[in-house]
């Protein structure tokens, strides 16, 4: 699963796996700026458990579809959840 951002700073969008692709670790993979020059590590790590839970639940997802086909998951409530997380 693609986890599509978009850096602060210069406004373009990526694929956030390349911000964990050196040179630019921690930092946009476009202009360069760091996401945080204090926490660099921190973000580093964030980034990767974001999208080892996005690659967790597609997978859970389509096991759920594969397996329970008459179980149906309500995604709205859990992406505004997501949503309201993730915005700032």
């Known amino acids: 699963m693609e986890v599509a951002a978009w850096c602060g700073r210069c406004g373009q969008h990526f694929n956030l796996v390349e911000a964990l692709v050196p040179p630019h670790i921690g930092a946009c993979p476009r202009c360069g700026a760091p996401f945080s020059a204090s ?18 639940l597609d997978g859970a997802g389509h096991q759920l ?10 995604a709205t409530p859990l992406v505004a959840d997501l949503r309201a997380t993730l915005d700032h």
């Open 39 to 56: 926490y660099t590590a921190v973000v580093v790590e964030a980034i990767r458990a974001l999208v080892v839970a996005a690659q967790a």
């Open 65 to 74: 579809r594969d397996v329970a086909p008459r179980l149906h998951i309500d």
